[in-house]
Structure formats: structure tokens, C-alpha cells
Antibody
Framework: QVQLQQWGPGLLKPSETLSLTCGVF????????WTWIRQPPGKGLEWIGE???????HYNPSLDSHITISIDTSKNHFSLNLTSVTAADTAVYYC???????????WGQGILVTVSS | DIQMTQSPSSLSASVGDRVTITCRAS??????LNWYQQKPGKPPKLLIE???NLQSGVPSRFSGSGSATDFTLTINSLQPEDFATYYC?????????FGQGTKVEI
């Protein structure tokens, strides 16, 4: 059964770049969209963007200028870069697997990223 | 963007109750409506996909219905492990959008 495991720093200063990676274990990257979602403390879920096996991406227009999502098929993982972070980017960041028109499952364990000076 | 409006934002219920959560889309999303359950400190778990398709392992007391813009998640005979926050999610058009969540409390 496919599992997603995330890693990356949990504390950033304003203006730094957030970089997270999501490893896909016991499953293939092919045929799916690989997605990043975030959840500010005590709040709801916000879709950040997605990448497919061929590297095609879609981003949330509200974050588009700051986001890069990439995929490394040789390492079976995908990554999120969010530039110029501010305190408003403080959130738990999740990765998840989806298909066109489908729900998202499974999800990674989540990483709390705090942006503070 | 499509807006997803859930109601209520929270509710209090007892074990054994029947609970209904609604989700309304700002435009038709056909059958591309999914439901998640989230417990504190955990990632969301997909319960129902495409309006009414229960995921493997999800108890049959959970059910979904609706079409186009109006959807419902029903929990029959609420169990202690069902106290959580529930989110709807449209996967019809990019960007996918989640409802704001419904917290089911004791």
C-alpha cells in the first residue's frame, strides 16, 4: 500500500524559501497527480498545487508567483518550493496523491512550518 | 474559483445520533465531490469519493448524496471515534477547493 512521507525544515525566517519533499513508498508516481495542501493552525485546508509524472503542474492562483512544484521520478519523490515566506505561510503542509476528478488519498503525515523572525 | 460552503460550521451530538452535514458549491460540480474526516494532529482521511463512493474500510454508517451543487454527508448512529472535523472537497475544476469544515463535537 502506497505511503507518503514528508521531510523538510520546520522553522523559517521571513523572506526565506520553504522547501519540502514528499517521498512515495511502495507505489508508482505514474498515473497520478501529486499534490501539496496546507492548513494554518486552527484553520481549514488550502490547495497549493500539483504535479504529474511528466512534470506538468497546476498552481493555486493566489500563490502562483511564489510556488514551484517539481517531481523526481528517479527518486520517487516530489517537492514544493515556496519563496519569500511570511508569517502568513505558517501552516501544516501536507502532500497527497490524487487523480483527475478524484479525492486525495493517501496523505503524508504533515509538517508544521513556522515562519518567525 | 468555485466556492464551497459547508454547514453547519460546528455541531454538538451524542453517541447514537444521526448527523447530517451539507456542502453547497457555487456552481455545478457534477459528481466531483469528496468528503474527508480529520482528527486533531492527523492528516485528513478520504471517506467518500464522487458523492457516494465509500472508501475501503470506512464504516457503512457513513453515506453521501447529492448532485450538481448540493451535497450531504450523513453519519448514522454516531460513534465515539466519529467526533472529528469533516471537510467537503470539489475535484471538478482547478483549483480544487475545500469547504471550511464542520466540527462534530460531543
Amino acid at each position: 500500500q502506497v505511503q507518503l512521507q514528508q521531510w523538510g525544515p520546520g522553522l523559517l525566517k521571513p523572506s526565506e524559501t520553504l522547501s519540502l519533499t514528499c517521498g512515495v513508498f511502495d507505489g508508482s508516481l505514474s498515473g497520478y497527480f501529486w499534490t501539496w495542501i496546507r492548513q494554518p493552525p486552527g484553520k481549514g485546508l488550502e490547495w497549493i498545487g500539483e504535479v504529474n509524472y511528466s512534470g506538468s503542474t497546476h498552481y493555486n492562483p493566489s500563490l502562483d508567483s511564489h510556488i514551484t512544484i517539481s517531481i523526481d521520478t528517479s527518486k520517487n519523490h516530489f517537492s514544493l518550493n515556496l519563496t519569500s515566506v511570511t508569517a502568513a505561510d505558517t501552516a501544516v503542509y501536507y502532500c497527497a496523491r490524487g487523480r483527475y476528478g478524484s479525492g486525495l488519498s493517501p496523505w503524508g503525515q504533515g509538517i508544521l512550518v513556522t515562519v518567525s523572525s | 474559483d468555485i466556492q464551497m460552503t459547508q454547514s453547519p460550521s460546528s455541531l454538538s451530538a451524542s453517541v447514537g445520533d444521526r448527523v447530517t452535514i451539507t456542502c453547497r458549491a457555487s456552481q455545478s460540480i457534477s459528481i466531483y465531490l469528496n468528503w474527508y474526516q480529520q482528527k486533531p494532529g492527523k492528516p485528513p482521511k478520504l471517506l467518500i469519493e464522487a458523492v457516494s463512493n465509500l472508501q475501503s474500510g470506512v464504516p457503512s454508517r457513513f453515506s453521501g448524496s447529492g448532485s450538481a451543487t448540493d451535497f450531504t454527508l450523513t453519519i448514522n448512529s454516531l460513534q465515539p471515534e466519529d467526533f472529528a472535523t469533516y471537510y467537503c472537497h470539489q475535484s471538478y475544476i482547478t483549483p480544487p477547493v475545500f469547504g471550511q469544515g464542520t466540527k462534530v463535537e460531543i
